[in-house]
């Protein structure tokens, strides 16, 4: 497996790959909209064939971390990319990773909580604000468990 940068010709599968998975290429976090058309990103392929996509945005020595998508599960995609990201970030400057996922979400909690993420906050209800703006958001995730709460997970980064 091999982690790149996402380029051009890239867009139509990962914009297909994030539609399937989050209901429409938009992303909603902390009440901003993300059009995922517009983000950089990585790619994680097996040679010509796409299996993962994290998609990222830098803003005042923090990255997000706006989409993960493992088209491949467990055999360490996403752990590749995440990988990847830290060094982007790093590169960068920043001080801080971090990333919203759902309350419903056990894989993704589980997943971050294994890679050393901590879970800083608990946004109480933020996804009910969320489908103000994303009103494709569905009302029922993973084991139809409500979808209500946005999880803020983080990684400091070592800028020393
Ligand atoms: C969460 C997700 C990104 C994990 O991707 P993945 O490529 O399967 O993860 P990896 O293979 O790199 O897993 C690394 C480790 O994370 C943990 N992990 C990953 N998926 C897990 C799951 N479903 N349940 C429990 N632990 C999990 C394990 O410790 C795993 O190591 P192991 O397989 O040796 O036990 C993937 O399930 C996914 O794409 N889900 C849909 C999109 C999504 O929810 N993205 C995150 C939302 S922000």
Redesign the pocket.
């Known amino acids: 497996m091999k982690i790149r940068a996402l380029t051009p010709a890239d867009r139509l599968w990962v914009s297909e790959a994030v539609s399937r998975?989050f209901a429409s290429t938009r992303i909603v976090s902390r009440g901003v909209l993300h059009d995922c058309s517009e983000l950089t990103g990585l790619a994680a392929v097996r040679g010509v064939t796409p299996c993962?996509v994290l998609l990222y945005a830098i803003h005042e020595g923090e990255c997000e971390v706006v989409v993960?998508?493992?088209l491949a599960?467990?055999?360490?995609?996403?752990?590749a990319l995440l990988a990847s990201v830290r060094r982007v970030a790093r590169a960068a400057g920043c001080r801080r990773l971090w990333?919203i996922?759902t309350n419903d979400?056990q894989?993704?909690i589980?997943?971050y909580s294994?890679?050393g993420w901590s879970l800083k906050a608990v946004h109480r209800n933020a996804v009910s604000e969320a489908r103000r703006i994303k009103p494709e958001l569905p009302l029922f995730g993973h084991n139809g468990v409500p979808i209500r709460d946005e999880l803020e997970f983080e990684l400091l980064l070592d800028t020393a």
């Open positions: 998975h993962g993960l998508l493992s599960r467990r055999i360490g995609v996403a752990a990333l996922t979400n894989a993704a589980d997943f294994s890679r």
